[in-house]
Structure formats: structure tokens, C-alpha cells
């Protein structure tokens, strides 16, 4: 089991890399063709899924305290 400080800075990193894969997509919008936006905006929520599915949800399962939406 992480000790629950350990879980709060994996938190706080996947959480940024969420806000910066979220941004990469924002940022991309207007400075690329529909099917580059399309391909870049997949990737982008594919990774995100996994960061949320693998990494997140284990470290709630342990530390659920921790989870902001519960």
C-alpha cells in the first residue's frame, strides 16, 4: 500500500498531466487541420483515460480520503 503523502504527489502529477493534455488540445484547436485535431484530440483523451483508469483509481481504492469527487 503507498503511504498516503506518496499517493498525493502521484495525484498531483497525473492531475497536472491531465490539465497539460487537456491544454495541448485547446492550444491545437485553431493551428491544425479537422483530422489532425481529430487524431491529437483522440490521443490526447486515450491518455488521459489510462492516467485516470491506472493510475488515479488504484491510488482512490487505497486513500478514497483523497479522492475529490467522493
Known sequence: ML???TALQIKKRALLAVAELD???SD???HCS????ELIR???GLSIGKIIVE???PIYAQHPEIDDLK
Not at 34 to 37: L, T
Open 28 to 30: 491545437i484547436r485553431d
Open 42 to 44: 483522440r490521443g490526447a
Open 55 to 57: 493510475l488515479l483509481e
Open 23 to 25: 491544454a495541448i488540445v
Open 3 to 5: 503511504q498516503k503523502e
Open 34 to 37: 479537422d483530422e489532425d485535431f
